[in-house]
Protein backbone atom coordinates (compact mmCIF):
# COMPACT_ATOMS: atom_id res chain seq x y z
CA UNK A 1 0.00 0.00 0.00
CA UNK A 2 3.13 2.14 0.41
CA UNK A 3 3.26 3.24 -3.25
CA UNK A 4 3.06 6.61 -5.30
CA UNK A 5 -0.33 8.37 -5.71
CA UNK A 6 -2.49 8.19 -8.73
CA UNK A 7 -5.74 9.51 -9.68
CA UNK A 8 -7.16 5.90 -10.34
CA UNK A 9 -6.01 4.60 -7.51
CA UNK A 10 -7.37 7.41 -4.97
CA UNK A 11 -10.64 7.20 -6.73
CA UNK A 12 -10.44 3.05 -6.35
CA UNK A 13 -9.50 3.94 -2.18
CA UNK A 14 -12.55 7.05 -2.43
CA UNK A 15 -15.16 3.80 -4.15
CA UNK A 16 -13.91 1.54 -1.12
CA UNK A 17 -13.89 3.97 1.68
CA UNK A 18 -17.54 5.60 0.57
CA UNK A 19 -19.40 2.12 0.24
CA UNK A 20 -18.54 1.22 3.59
CA UNK A 21 -19.45 4.21 5.28
CA UNK A 22 -21.72 6.27 3.41
CA UNK A 23 -25.49 6.74 4.09
CA UNK A 24 -27.44 6.52 0.64
CA UNK A 25 -30.25 8.15 1.18
CA UNK A 26 -31.83 10.18 -0.93
CA UNK A 27 -28.56 9.47 -3.73
CA UNK A 28 -30.08 7.83 -6.71
CA UNK A 29 -27.01 7.15 -8.05
CA UNK A 30 -23.44 6.00 -6.27
CA UNK A 31 -19.74 6.89 -7.10
CA UNK A 32 -18.81 6.24 -10.84
CA UNK A 33 -21.18 8.32 -13.03
CA UNK A 34 -20.72 11.82 -14.71
CA UNK A 35 -22.44 13.15 -11.88
CA UNK A 36 -24.63 12.04 -8.83
CA UNK A 37 -28.25 12.29 -8.96
CA UNK A 38 -29.94 13.54 -5.61
CA UNK A 39 -33.34 14.06 -4.44
CA UNK A 40 -34.26 16.92 -1.89
CA UNK A 41 -37.48 16.45 0.39
CA UNK A 42 -40.22 18.52 -0.83
CA UNK A 43 -40.95 21.30 1.86
CA UNK A 44 -37.23 22.49 1.78
CA UNK A 45 -34.43 24.53 0.59
CA UNK A 46 -31.03 23.97 -0.13
CA UNK A 47 -28.36 24.93 1.61
CA UNK A 48 -24.93 24.95 0.16
CA UNK A 49 -21.48 25.69 1.61
CA UNK A 50 -17.72 25.05 0.58
CA UNK A 51 -14.65 25.52 2.47
CA UNK A 52 -10.93 25.01 0.84
CA UNK A 53 -7.85 23.90 3.10
CA UNK A 54 -4.26 24.16 1.40
CA UNK A 55 -0.95 22.70 3.10
CA UNK A 56 1.08 25.32 4.13
CA UNK A 57 -1.69 27.29 4.70
CA UNK A 58 -4.81 25.80 6.82
CA UNK A 59 -2.25 22.84 8.44
CA UNK A 60 1.51 21.72 8.36
CA UNK A 61 2.36 17.88 7.81
CA UNK A 62 5.56 18.53 10.23
CA UNK A 63 2.58 18.48 13.31
CA UNK A 64 -0.68 16.85 11.87
CA UNK A 65 -1.87 13.79 10.38
CA UNK A 66 -3.75 12.83 7.11
CA UNK A 67 -6.44 11.65 9.45
CA UNK A 68 -6.78 14.89 11.46
CA UNK A 69 -6.84 17.05 8.13
CA UNK A 70 -9.80 15.35 6.89
CA UNK A 71 -12.39 15.90 10.20
CA UNK A 72 -11.29 19.14 10.37
CA UNK A 73 -12.27 19.51 6.26
CA UNK A 74 -15.63 17.86 7.50
CA UNK A 75 -15.43 20.16 10.74
CA UNK A 76 -15.30 23.65 8.67
CA UNK A 77 -18.33 22.58 6.53
CA UNK A 78 -20.59 20.91 9.01
CA UNK A 79 -19.90 24.11 11.32
CA UNK A 80 -20.99 26.82 8.22
CA UNK A 81 -24.15 24.35 7.42
CA UNK A 82 -24.55 24.40 11.41
CA UNK A 83 -24.64 28.10 11.73
CA UNK A 84 -27.36 28.84 8.91
CA UNK A 85 -29.68 26.33 10.73
CA UNK A 86 -29.57 24.04 8.03
CA UNK A 87 -29.47 19.30 8.39
CA UNK A 88 -26.34 18.29 6.06
CA UNK A 89 -26.69 15.84 3.70
CA UNK A 90 -24.70 15.61 0.93
CA UNK A 91 -20.61 15.95 0.40
CA UNK A 92 -18.84 16.81 -2.77
CA UNK A 93 -14.99 16.45 -2.68
CA UNK A 94 -12.25 18.81 -5.00
CA UNK A 95 -8.93 16.53 -4.08
CA UNK A 96 -5.51 18.30 -5.09
CA UNK A 97 -3.62 15.93 -4.45
CA UNK A 98 0.24 15.32 -3.93
CA UNK A 99 1.47 12.01 -5.84
CA UNK A 100 4.68 11.40 -4.15
CA UNK A 101 2.61 10.63 -1.08
CA UNK A 102 1.43 7.12 -0.65
CA UNK A 103 -1.73 5.79 -0.91
CA UNK A 104 -2.19 5.41 2.38
CA UNK A 105 -2.03 8.98 3.27
CA UNK A 106 -5.56 9.13 1.39
CA UNK A 107 -6.60 6.50 2.87
CA UNK A 108 -5.78 7.85 6.13
CA UNK A 109 -7.60 11.50 5.04
CA UNK A 110 -10.44 9.45 3.86
CA UNK A 111 -11.25 7.51 7.21
CA UNK A 112 -11.00 11.10 9.05
CA UNK A 113 -13.21 13.18 6.61
CA UNK A 114 -16.06 9.78 6.76
CA UNK A 115 -15.71 9.57 10.52
CA UNK A 116 -16.84 13.38 11.01
CA UNK A 117 -19.50 13.15 7.71
CA UNK A 118 -21.27 9.77 9.27
CA UNK A 119 -21.85 11.52 12.64
CA UNK A 120 -24.21 13.43 11.10
CA UNK A 121 -25.48 10.62 8.24
CA UNK A 122 -23.81 12.98 5.55
CA UNK A 123 -23.05 11.05 2.10
CA UNK A 124 -20.25 11.60 -0.11
CA UNK A 125 -21.53 11.20 -3.29
CA UNK A 126 -18.99 12.56 -5.77
CA UNK A 127 -16.27 15.14 -6.46
CA UNK A 128 -12.81 15.56 -8.66
CA UNK A 129 -9.61 13.97 -7.98
CA UNK A 130 -6.39 15.81 -9.63
CA UNK A 131 -2.61 15.89 -9.29
CA UNK A 132 -1.69 19.79 -7.24
CA UNK A 133 1.82 18.91 -7.73
CA UNK A 134 3.64 20.72 -4.62
CA UNK A 135 1.13 21.12 -2.59
CA UNK A 136 -2.18 19.35 -1.06
CA UNK A 137 -5.32 20.71 -1.92
CA UNK A 138 -8.91 19.87 -0.68
CA UNK A 139 -12.17 21.24 -1.05
CA UNK A 140 -15.65 20.39 -0.26
CA UNK A 141 -18.76 20.89 -1.08
CA UNK A 142 -21.56 20.31 1.60
CA UNK A 143 -24.91 20.13 0.63
CA UNK A 144 -28.43 20.29 3.16
CA UNK A 145 -31.51 21.05 3.81
CA UNK A 146 -33.45 23.96 5.89
CA UNK A 147 -36.77 24.16 6.30
CA UNK A 148 -38.77 26.01 3.15
CA UNK A 149 -38.09 29.50 3.16
CA UNK A 150 -36.33 29.48 6.76
CA UNK A 151 -32.50 29.85 7.88
CA UNK A 152 -30.50 31.78 10.33
CA UNK A 153 -28.65 35.03 8.14
CA UNK A 154 -25.93 37.25 9.38
CA UNK A 155 -27.84 39.77 8.33
CA UNK A 156 -31.11 39.56 10.69
CA UNK A 157 -29.44 40.87 14.54
CA UNK A 158 -31.55 44.02 15.36
CA UNK A 159 -30.57 46.43 18.09
CA UNK A 160 -31.90 45.42 21.93
CA UNK A 161 -30.24 42.01 20.89
CA UNK A 162 -28.10 39.77 23.12
CA UNK A 163 -25.03 38.11 21.68
CA UNK A 164 -24.36 34.82 22.84
CA UNK A 165 -21.07 32.30 21.90
CA UNK A 166 -21.51 28.28 22.26
CA UNK A 167 -18.26 27.94 24.13
CA UNK A 168 -14.79 29.54 24.61
CA UNK A 169 -13.00 30.89 22.13
CA UNK A 170 -9.03 31.34 21.60
CA UNK A 171 -8.49 27.24 22.06
CA UNK A 172 -7.50 26.43 18.79
CA UNK A 173 -5.16 29.85 18.53
CA UNK A 174 -3.48 28.83 21.68
CA UNK A 175 -2.97 25.15 20.03
CA UNK A 176 -1.47 26.41 17.37
CA UNK A 177 0.91 28.81 18.83
CA UNK A 178 2.27 25.89 20.73
CA UNK A 179 2.88 23.57 17.65
CA UNK A 180 4.12 26.56 15.42
CA UNK A 181 6.80 27.56 18.52
CA UNK A 182 7.67 24.07 19.16
CA UNK A 183 7.72 24.91 22.56
CA UNK A 184 6.26 23.41 26.06
CA UNK A 185 5.57 25.48 28.12
CA UNK A 186 5.78 24.65 32.33
CA UNK A 187 1.64 24.04 32.24
CA UNK A 188 0.41 20.53 32.94
CA UNK A 189 0.34 18.02 30.18
CA UNK A 190 -3.57 17.81 30.38
CA UNK A 191 -4.25 21.44 29.73
CA UNK A 192 -1.44 21.28 26.65
CA UNK A 193 -3.02 18.41 25.49
CA UNK A 194 -6.53 20.26 25.65
CA UNK A 195 -5.38 23.45 23.18
CA UNK A 196 -3.86 21.12 20.87
CA UNK A 197 -6.85 18.85 20.18
CA UNK A 198 -8.73 22.01 20.36
CA UNK A 199 -6.43 22.91 16.59
CA UNK A 200 -6.23 19.97 15.42
CA UNK A 201 -9.35 17.83 15.43
CA UNK A 202 -11.85 20.77 17.24
CA UNK A 203 -15.37 20.15 18.03
CA UNK A 204 -18.41 22.26 16.63
CA UNK A 205 -21.84 22.20 18.63
CA UNK A 206 -23.44 19.99 16.67
CA UNK A 207 -27.33 20.61 16.22
CA UNK A 208 -27.46 24.03 17.78
CA UNK A 209 -28.08 26.27 14.75
CA UNK A 210 -30.83 23.79 13.82
CA UNK A 211 -32.92 23.95 17.22
CA UNK A 212 -32.35 27.28 17.31
CA UNK A 213 -34.24 27.93 13.93
CA UNK A 214 -36.25 25.20 14.55
CA UNK A 215 -37.41 26.93 18.06
CA UNK A 216 -37.22 30.55 16.26
CA UNK A 217 -34.98 31.84 19.32
CA UNK A 218 -32.18 33.84 16.83
CA UNK A 219 -32.24 36.81 14.72
CA UNK A 220 -28.90 35.92 13.21
CA UNK A 221 -25.72 33.83 13.40
CA UNK A 222 -22.65 33.26 12.11
CA UNK A 223 -19.88 30.05 13.21
CA UNK A 224 -15.82 31.23 14.70
CA UNK A 225 -13.90 30.74 11.59
CA UNK A 226 -12.09 33.72 11.42
CA UNK A 227 -11.70 34.98 15.36
CA UNK A 228 -14.65 37.04 17.06
CA UNK A 229 -13.77 40.10 16.22
CA UNK A 230 -14.12 39.34 11.88
CA UNK A 231 -17.01 37.02 12.10
CA UNK A 232 -18.83 39.81 14.74
CA UNK A 233 -17.97 42.57 12.46
CA UNK A 234 -19.48 40.31 9.21
CA UNK A 235 -22.69 40.60 11.34
CA UNK A 236 -22.14 43.80 12.37
CA UNK A 237 -21.74 44.74 8.43
CA UNK A 238 -24.80 43.02 7.17
CA UNK A 239 -26.83 43.31 9.70
CA UNK A 240 -26.28 47.52 9.61
CA UNK A 241 -25.74 47.69 13.32
CA UNK A 242 -23.15 47.66 15.76
CA UNK A 243 -22.29 45.02 18.58
CA UNK A 244 -20.75 45.89 22.22
CA UNK A 245 -18.83 42.80 23.82
CA UNK A 246 -18.41 43.06 27.42
CA UNK A 247 -14.39 42.25 27.68
CA UNK A 248 -14.71 40.60 31.27
CA UNK A 249 -17.72 38.09 29.47
CA UNK A 250 -15.48 36.57 26.74
CA UNK A 251 -15.55 32.82 27.44
CA UNK A 252 -12.02 31.80 27.65
CA UNK A 253 -10.69 28.46 28.82
CA UNK A 254 -8.43 27.64 32.07
CA UNK A 255 -5.83 25.56 29.59
CA UNK A 256 -5.67 29.29 27.42
CA UNK A 257 -5.40 31.00 30.70
CA UNK A 258 -2.09 28.75 31.68
CA UNK A 259 -0.54 29.17 27.96
CA UNK A 260 -1.29 32.88 27.91
CA UNK A 261 0.78 33.50 31.37
CA UNK A 262 3.40 31.40 30.41
CA UNK A 263 3.68 32.86 26.98
CA UNK A 264 2.99 36.19 27.85
CA UNK A 265 0.07 37.08 25.67
CA UNK A 266 -3.14 38.21 26.73
CA UNK A 267 -5.60 35.24 26.61
CA UNK A 268 -8.31 38.50 25.05
CA UNK A 269 -5.20 38.47 21.82
CA UNK A 270 -6.28 34.75 21.10
CA UNK A 271 -9.80 34.98 21.76
CA UNK A 272 -10.26 38.20 19.87
CA UNK A 273 -8.32 37.36 16.92
CA UNK A 274 -7.52 33.65 16.71
CA UNK A 275 -10.08 31.64 14.07
CA UNK A 276 -11.08 28.34 13.65
CA UNK A 277 -12.70 27.69 16.83
CA UNK A 278 -15.97 26.72 15.21
CA UNK A 279 -18.20 27.78 18.16
CA UNK A 280 -21.25 29.78 16.98
CA UNK A 281 -22.24 33.29 18.19
CA UNK A 282 -26.07 34.28 17.49
CA UNK A 283 -28.09 37.09 18.66
CA UNK A 284 -31.63 36.84 20.26
CA UNK A 285 -34.14 39.47 20.96
CA UNK A 286 -33.82 40.12 24.39
CA UNK A 287 -37.59 38.94 25.54
CA UNK A 288 -36.02 35.62 23.86
CA UNK A 289 -33.22 35.42 26.26
CA UNK A 290 -33.98 33.07 29.02
CA UNK A 291 -35.48 30.53 27.05
CA UNK A 292 -32.99 30.73 24.89
CA UNK A 293 -30.32 30.12 27.30
CA UNK A 294 -32.47 27.30 28.84
CA UNK A 295 -32.74 25.19 24.60
CA UNK A 296 -29.01 25.86 24.25
CA UNK A 297 -27.93 24.96 27.82
CA UNK A 298 -29.97 21.37 27.34
CA UNK A 299 -28.29 20.69 23.78
CA UNK A 300 -24.68 21.97 24.95
CA UNK A 301 -24.86 20.07 27.94
CA UNK A 302 -23.59 23.67 29.64
CA UNK A 303 -24.68 27.03 29.42
CA UNK A 304 -23.97 29.13 26.45
CA UNK A 305 -22.38 32.75 27.21
CA UNK A 306 -23.91 35.98 26.91
CA UNK A 307 -21.02 38.05 25.85
CA UNK A 308 -22.56 41.40 24.72
CA UNK A 309 -25.49 42.96 22.96
CA UNK A 310 -26.36 44.60 19.39
CA UNK A 311 -27.10 48.71 19.18
CA UNK A 312 -28.03 51.22 16.61
CA UNK A 313 -24.60 52.40 14.47
CA UNK A 314 -21.48 50.56 13.28
CA UNK A 315 -18.60 48.20 14.34
CA UNK A 316 -17.47 45.76 16.81
CA UNK A 317 -16.99 47.48 20.40
CA UNK A 318 -15.16 45.96 23.38
CA UNK A 319 -16.51 47.29 26.36
CA UNK A 320 -14.21 47.57 30.04
CA UNK A 321 -14.74 46.97 33.41
CA UNK A 322 -15.42 50.66 34.11
CA UNK A 323 -17.41 50.74 31.05
CA UNK A 324 -15.32 52.04 28.63
CA UNK A 325 -15.62 51.55 24.83
CA UNK A 326 -12.76 50.68 22.03
CA UNK A 327 -13.70 49.67 18.71
CA UNK A 328 -11.45 46.84 17.64
CA UNK A 329 -12.43 46.14 14.26
CA UNK A 330 -11.29 43.24 12.00
CA UNK A 331 -8.34 41.50 14.00
CA UNK A 332 -9.37 38.25 12.38
CA UNK A 333 -7.29 36.19 9.85
CA UNK A 334 -7.51 37.48 6.55
CA UNK A 335 -6.08 35.48 3.80
CA UNK A 336 -2.85 37.54 2.12
N1 LIG B 1 -14.49 32.01 -4.84
C1 LIG B 1 -15.76 32.35 -4.54
N2 LIG B 1 -16.71 32.32 -5.48
C2 LIG B 1 -17.97 32.67 -5.17
N3 LIG B 1 -18.37 33.04 -3.95
C3 LIG B 1 -17.47 33.09 -2.97
C4 LIG B 1 -16.11 32.74 -3.21
N4 LIG B 1 -15.44 32.90 -2.06
C5 LIG B 1 -16.33 33.29 -1.13
N5 LIG B 1 -17.55 33.41 -1.66
C6 LIG B 1 -18.78 33.81 -0.95
O1 LIG B 1 -18.49 34.92 -0.10
C7 LIG B 1 -19.21 34.85 1.13
C8 LIG B 1 -18.27 34.98 2.30
O2 LIG B 1 -17.37 33.89 2.30
P1 LIG B 1 -16.57 33.45 3.57
O3 LIG B 1 -15.47 32.56 3.06
O4 LIG B 1 -16.25 34.61 4.39
O5 LIG B 1 -17.64 32.59 4.36
P2 LIG B 1 -17.37 31.34 5.27
O6 LIG B 1 -17.43 30.11 4.42
O7 LIG B 1 -18.28 31.39 6.44
O8 LIG B 1 -15.92 31.58 5.80
P3 LIG B 1 -14.92 30.49 6.31
O9 LIG B 1 -14.17 30.03 5.08
O10 LIG B 1 -14.05 31.26 7.20
O11 LIG B 1 -15.76 29.43 6.92
C9 LIG B 1 -19.97 33.55 1.08
O12 LIG B 1 -21.27 33.83 0.69
C10 LIG B 1 -19.25 32.75 0.02
O13 LIG B 1 -20.08 31.80 -0.61
C1 LIG C 1 -0.12 26.36 9.04
C2 LIG C 1 -1.25 27.19 9.59
N1 LIG C 1 -1.10 28.52 9.67
C3 LIG C 1 -2.13 29.30 10.11
C4 LIG C 1 -3.31 28.73 10.49
C5 LIG C 1 -4.46 29.59 11.01
N2 LIG C 1 -5.53 29.77 10.05
C6 LIG C 1 -5.46 29.41 8.76
S1 LIG C 1 -6.88 29.75 7.92
C7 LIG C 1 -7.60 30.43 9.29
C8 LIG C 1 -8.98 31.04 9.28
C9 LIG C 1 -10.05 30.21 8.67
O1 LIG C 1 -9.75 29.91 7.32
P1 LIG C 1 -10.79 30.01 6.14
O2 LIG C 1 -11.29 31.44 6.13
O3 LIG C 1 -10.02 29.66 4.91
O4 LIG C 1 -11.87 29.02 6.44
C10 LIG C 1 -6.73 30.37 10.37
C11 LIG C 1 -7.02 30.90 11.74
C12 LIG C 1 -3.42 27.32 10.38
N3 LIG C 1 -4.55 26.67 10.71
N4 LIG C 1 -2.38 26.58 9.93
MG1 LIG D 1 -18.66 30.51 8.26
Excluded at 105 to 121: A, I, T, V
Excluded at 178 to 199: C, D, E, G
Aim: charged share 25%.
Amino acid sequence: MNSRSTELKLIEIIKKEVSSETPLTSVITDIGDDCVILRPTKEADLVVTKDCMVEGVHFDLSYTTPYFIGRKLATSNLSDIGAAGGRPLWALLGLGFRSDFSTAFYQSFFKGLLSSLKREGVGLVGGDTVSAKERLFFSLTLIGEVPKGKFLSRAKARPGDRIFVSGPLGDSQGGLFLLQNRIKPPIPRNPLKYLIKSHLDPSYPMGLGRRLLELDLASSSIDVSDGLSTDLWHICERSKVRCIIEESAIPISRPLRLLSKAAHVRPLDFAISGGEDFEIIWTTPPHKAQEVKKVASKLLKRPPYEIGYVEEGKGVFLKDSRGKLREIGRLGYEHR
